[in-house]
C-alpha cells in the first residue's frame, strides 16, 4: 500500500494493482515466441534513416552496420520521413501516382466543357 500525498494534502491510499505483482500461472509462457526473431536493419528510403530492431520479418537483402551483417529490410516511410512525426509536409510518390493525377487534372482543364 502508497500513501498519496499531492502539494502537501492526503488524497488516498492506493494499493498496487493486481497485474504488478505475477504469480507462477501468470508468468510469460515459454515456447510460443518465433524461432526467427532476429536482428534486422530497417531503412527508410525516403529519409535514408536506419534502425536496427529486432522482426520476424522475411528478406533476402543484408547489409552491414557497426561492423556486423545484418538482414535489412527497406521501407517507405517511418517515423523519420512521416509528416506526423518530422512536422513538415512532403510528397512521397514511388509509384508515379501525382504524375498520373497531374496528367489527369492538366488534360480536364484543357479539355472542352461539355454544355448541358
Known sequence: MKLVLRHGLFFGIVSAPSFAKATEGQR?????HPADYRLVIFEDVTAGKR?????????????????????????EIS?????????????????????????????????????K
Open 79 to 115: 517515423s523519420a520521413s512521416h509528416p506526423f512525426y518530422t512536422g513538415q509536409s512532403k510528397i512521397v510518390d514511388t509509384a508515379g501516382r501525382v504524375e498520373k493525377f497531374k496528367a489527369r487534372t492538366a488534360a480536364a482543364k484543357k479539355a472542352p466543357k461539355k454544355s
Open 28 to 32: 510469460m509462457k515459454k515456447d510460443i
Open 51 to 75: 534502425y536496427l530492431l529486432s522482426s520476424t520479418i522475411v528478406t533476402d537483402k543484408t547489409d552491414k552496420m557497426d561492423g556486423k551483417e545484418y538482414p535489412l529490410f527497406q521501407v
